[in-house]
């Protein structure tokens, strides 16, 4: 991840800024709660959260990874587009 941080992917426009702390709150909380927060998948997501506050990823890059990291855990994937800035949200899910 930090590698991928260092190639300056730069988001052209920031979260969705109605999203409450709380909202937030209890969102980082159901990730913790799924993979616990020592995770390597929570720290991923932690570094996702901070570097699309610090616009240092595009959302299609963010979502992305999201994708792959919350796969087969619907509620968490569905609920990041609480998180995306208006005109992105996550793509269907591929039954399995």
């Known amino acids: 991840m930090a590698e991928d941080a260092s190639r300056g992917l730069r988001a052209q426009r920031a979260p969705n800024p109605n999203v409450t702390f709380q909202q937030a709150f209890r969102y980082v909380e159901l990730v913790a709660t799924a993979y616990g ?19 240092l990823f595009d959302p299609p890059y963010v979502i992305s990874w999201i994708a792959f990291l919350f796969a087969g855990h619907s509620d968490l994937y569905h609920g990041f587009n609480a998180f995306l800035p208006p005109g992105y949200q996550m793509p269907r899910q591929q039954r399995q």
Do not use: P, V
């Open 37 to 55: 927060r020592h995770s390597r998948t929570y720290q991923i997501f932690m570094d996702l959260l901070r570097g699309m506050q610090h616009r």
